[in-house]
């Protein structure tokens, strides 16, 4: 079973800082006591997580990571979904993010696009922006599955 949870700004993070260390080299740290973390667990063993603050008039995600033998099973865009959806509770007016250039599609398939107003040099991670008026978080668009129980009517 794939489960969510959150870890408000300023508490502990927990394993969400532990599947950060992993996959990224670097855990705890001084952003997430401004930052609400969301750690995804598969079948009750911690597998993704990321967070998400307010800074410079912006929500900024960051940190998305999936522990490597648990990727291209969904989680990466559950963990990018979750943290898209708490945006939104927030009202957030623009949402922010920098991407390694080789993760830049993952990125895009949820609207994001890089800033033009922020260039960046080559290889350097690529600033994205996200108005928060464009989130959308319907994951029934674009699939073609006819028998899917979750399928309106036309
Ligand atoms: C990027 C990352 C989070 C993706 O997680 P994942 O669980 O493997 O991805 P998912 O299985 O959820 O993939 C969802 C979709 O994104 C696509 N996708 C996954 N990684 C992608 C990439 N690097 N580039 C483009 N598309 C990608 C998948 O093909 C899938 O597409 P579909 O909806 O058409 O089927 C994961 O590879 C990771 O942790 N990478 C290292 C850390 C990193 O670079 N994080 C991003 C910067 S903060």
């Known amino acids: 079973m794939v489960q969510g949870k959150w870890f408000a700004p300023g508490t502990n993070p927990g394993a969400a800082a532990g599947v950060r260390q992993e996959v990224f080299g670097f855990g705890q740290d001084a952003l997430d006591s401004m930052s609400w973390n969301v750690l995804v667990y598969q079948d009750d063993v911690p597998a993704a997580s990321g967070r ?3 800074q410079d008039g912006a929500y900024r995600l960051g940190d998305i990571g999936v522990l490597p033998a648990m990727r291209g ?3 990466g865009d559950l963990t990018f ?7 939104q509770e927030h009202f957030a007016r623009e ?4 991407a390694p250039p080789e993760v830049l599609g993952f990125f895009t398939r949820l609207g994001f696009r890089p800033d033009p ?8 991670p690529v600033e994205m922006v996200l108005p928060g008026a464009q ?3 319907d994951s029934c668009k674009n699939c073609d599955r006819v028998s899917c129980p979750s399928r309106k009517p036309d």
């Open 52 to 54: 998400i603050w307010w």
């Open 81 to 87: 979904r979750l943290l898209l959806f708490k945006a």
């Open 135 to 137: 989130i959308d978080l």
């Open 95 to 98: 949402v922010r993010l920098a």
């Open 117 to 124: 107003f922020s260039p960046h040099g080559e290889g350097a």
């Open 73 to 75: 099973r969904r989680l």
